[in-house]
Structures are given as C-alpha cells and as structure tokens.
Nanobody, 130 residues
Framework: QVQVVESGGGLVQAGGSLRLSCTVS????????MGWFRQAPGKEREGVSAIGSGRPYYADSVKGRFTISRDNAKNTVYLQMNSLKPEDTAMYYCAAGPLSVVVVTTTPDNGIRVDGMDYWGKGTLVTISS
C-alpha cells in the first residue's frame, strides 16, 4: 500500500521560511516523479513544483523563492519555501507519479501543469500572516 505523508506546514509571518517534507512508502521511489501542489480557499489546485530525474520545474509565482529537492535514500521530497507571502497561504499537497508517465507543461499564466500523478497525500496547511 502506497502512503504519501506531508509535514512541515505551519503559521509564519510574511518574509519567513518553511520547509515542507513528503515521505513516500510502498513504491520504488527512484522510479517516481514527485510534485508539490497547493490549493488556496476558493481556488483551484495548482502545481507549484515538480522534480523527476532531471531539472526541477517551478511555477513562476514561486520561482526564485521555493526550492524542490529529493533524497532518494530517504524516500523523501522537500520544498524549501523562502520569502513567503500571504498569497502563498494554502493547503500544500505532495504527489507521486511514474517517471515514464508524468508530464510537466507550462500553463498560459506561467504556472505548471503536472499530469500523471497517481498517489496523493492529505496535505499540510501553510498560513502566512501579513
């Protein structure tokens, strides 16, 4: 049984930092692309960042502030979030999809769309106060 578990969310002031972690079990982590997504109240879920075996992808809204990384030995993917803004407030979700299936494309508003994710976590809440 595959489990995807996020952690690291919380309440921080604007300008602060948080590091989200996502640990996956029940699959061969090296064979999977990982992604971070977020959903703010009243908005649709959006792709934030993704990483496979090559370069990472970022939505323009977080580029230069967020960094995704993965530790295959620990079956864990991280999202380091710096210079946080109130508009980053959202539930953040981690997801996994096979490297051979996942496709990342750029959306018209310079976000990212990540297709092919099979397994999702329950999310971790990030709240940024102004």
């Amino acid at each position: 049984q595959v489990q995807v578990v996020e952690s690291g969310g919380g309440l921080v002031q604007a300008g602060g930092s948080l590091r989200l972690s996502c640990t996956v079990s029940g699959l061969t982590f090296d064979d999977y692309a990982m992604g971070w997504f977020r959903q703010a109240p009243g908005k649709e879920r959006e792709g934030v960042s993704a990483i496979g075996s090559g370069r990472p992808y970022y939505a323009d809204s977080v580029k230069g502030r967020f960094t995704i990384s993965r530790d295959n030995a620990k079956n864990t993917v991280y999202l380091q979030m710096n210079s946080l803004k109130p508009e980053d407030t959202a539930m953040y979700y981690c997801a996994a999809g096979p490297l051979s299936v996942v496709v990342v494309t750029t959306t018209p508003d310079n976000g990212i769309r990540v297709d092919g994710m099979d397994y999702w976590g329950k999310g971790t809440l990030v709240t940024i106060s102004s």
